[in-house]
């Protein structure tokens, strides 16, 4: 049997419905392995190689990978709070890293509150401290830096995705199957699934490195191709303000804020938005901000790392011109 750091971090990795694991990976293995030993657990769901998917993990830093496959896998969460459960007991983590997707929250919750346990939600990052593993998050769009830890055991931490920058080193692959009991709870279950299919080359807005956003500032659906042409210019995922949405210019999938995608991206460049509040709470953790906005005193300028005060159609074609030149 594996005998387990008393300094291990417990990492429960996402995997995406092809069986891969999902790009929230990298960023965890890495704050893990900031505060600790890395441990990584995955679920391998129908369809996935647990064998593939524990190599991935080592090679993204866990010293060892624990691969649990669902009793039924159509459930939705509790398996993943199942195996959870079971190999917290077994690794005795100082503390349990989950990504914040939605279904990471959920095993989250459900783990932490079956163990007990303090949960700190929506970590932009991990340190410790003499007494343990210490969450820090950034709160009210922004506006403040706050640090949660627990007063006993481990605490239960998700990490926004894209947050970490960090990166663990590779490890010589080393995973062993973890049994797990089904615990019986209640859980929603999947009748079927229908493929989306994905037109678009881009890269998708969680996640991103770079995003490029519209706003009401851009007036029509038609005029929005032009957060298109730079963001493709860039390679860049699309996003918008809940005004471009509530317009009709995009899909309410685009929506970056507090109602809709978080995203903390290396570059984020806005266009023809004012910088509210509720947007702010969804890119203000990203490395760098520009924004290119006509109104000098528009908020988004409080935050921007670079701002341009002018009208967007005068300035992002200039922009394009710009990048494609170099690039030639
Ligand atoms: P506006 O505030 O109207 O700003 C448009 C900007 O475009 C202006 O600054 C203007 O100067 C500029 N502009 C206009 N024309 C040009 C031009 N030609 N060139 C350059 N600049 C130009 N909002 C979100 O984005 N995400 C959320 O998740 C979200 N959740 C919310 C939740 C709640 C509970 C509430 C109450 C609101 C929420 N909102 C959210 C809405 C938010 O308060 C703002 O209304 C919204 O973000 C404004 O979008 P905007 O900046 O595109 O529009």
């Not at 820090?136 to 995705?161: F, I, K, L, Q």
């Not at 859980?187 to 706003?215: C, I, N, Q």
Request: charge should be negative; charged fraction near 20%.
């Amino acid at each position: 049997m594996t005998d387990f750091q008393p300094d291990s971090i417990l990492v429960l990795l996402d995997t995406t419905p092809a069986g891969d694991l999902a790009k929230s990976a990298a960023g965890l293995l890495g704050a893990a392995a900031g505060v600790g030993t890395p441990v990584a657990l995955v679920v391998a769901g129908s369809g996935a190689d647990g064998d593939r998917l524990a190599t991935d993990a080592a090679a993204l830093g866990a010293t060892h990978v624990l691969v649990a496959e669902p009793a039924d896998a159509a459930q939705l969460t509790v398996p993943g709070a199942d195996a959870l459960a079971a190999a917290a007991e077994l690794v005795r983590p100082d503390a349990v890293l989950v990504s914040n997707s939605i279904e990471g929250r959920e095993i989250a919750a459900r783990f932490a509150a079956r163990t007990r346990s303090g949960l700190a939600v929506d970590a932009v990052g991990v340190s410790r401290d003499a007494e343990g593993v210490i969450a820090h998050h950034s709160v009210y769009g922004g506006a403040y830096n706050v640090d949660s830890a627990v007063t006993w055991g481990a605490p239960v931490v998700t990490v926004r995705e894209g947050a970490v920058d960090a990166r663990a080193e590779a490890q010589p692959a080393s995973s062993e199957r973890l049994a797990v009991v089904a615990s019986g709870r209640r859980a929603a279950v999947v009748g079927s699934v229908d493929a989306e299919v994905v037109t678009s080359s881009r890269p998708e807005l969680k996640g991103a490195a770079k995003v490029v956003s519209g706003g009401r500032g851009l007036g029509s659906e038609e005029q929005f191709a032009l957060v298109d042409q730079l963001a493709d210019v860039l390679g860049a995922a699309v996003g918008a303000s809940r005004a471009a949405v509530d317009a009709g210019y995009v899909p309410q999938s685009y929506q970056v804020g507090q109602t809709g995608v978080s995203v903390s991206p290396q570059l984020y460049i806005a266009l023809g938005i004012s910088g509210a509040i509720q947007h702010r709470a969804g890119m203000q953790t990203a490395k760098t901000i520009v924004a290119i906005n006509k109104d000098a005193d528009a908020p988004i300028f409080e935050i921007a790392d670079f701002g341009i005060v002018g009208d967007l159609f005068t300035v992002v074609p200039q922009l394009i011109s710009a990048l494609e030149a170099r690039k030639a």
